[in-house]
C-alpha cells in the first residue's frame, strides 16, 4: 500500500472509495461523542465525503472521514488516483 492509492472501503455504513494518505490527522471513533484525536500515520481519507446509501443515508459519516488504515474493518486496493479517475468520477 502507498500513498494516493485508491482503496475500496467496506462498512457495515456500506462502501466508499478513499485515498490512502500519511502524516497529521484527526480520529474520531467515538461517533462524535468525543473529542477526535490528533494522529500522526498512514489513514484514509474518504474521496467523495457526501455520499449517501439507495435509503439516502450517509455512508461516510463525518467521524470516518478520515480513518487509520489499522481502524477499518475491510478495504481493497483498487488502483492509484491517477489510474482510477474515472472511479473516482463515479463516486461523486
Known amino acids: 500500500m502507498f500513498v494516493e492509492d ?10 466508499y472509495l478513499a485515498s490512502v494518505k500519511f502524516g497529521e ?4 471513533g467515538s ?3 468525543y473529542e ?6 498512514f489513514y484514509a481519507e474518504a474521496v467523495n ?4 446509501d439507495e435509503d439516502g443515508f450517509e455512508v461516510v459519516p463525518d467521524y ?3 480513518n487509520s488504515l489499522l481502524e477499518l474493518e475491510s478495504y481493497k486496493r483498487i488502483g492509484t488516483i491517477y489510474e ?3 472511479q473516482r468520477e463515479e463516486s461523486k
Do not use: A
Open 25 to 28: 490527522y484527526e480520529q474520531d
Open 64 to 66: 470516518l472521514l478520515q
Open 6 to 15: 485508491l482503496i475500496n472501503v467496506n462498512t457495515w455504513f456500506g462502501n
Open 49 to 52: 465525503k457526501t455520499i449517501t
Open 31 to 33: 461517533g462524535d461523542e
Open 36 to 41: 477526535p484525536s490528533k494522529c500522526f500515520g
Open 84 to 86: 482510477n479517475i474515472e
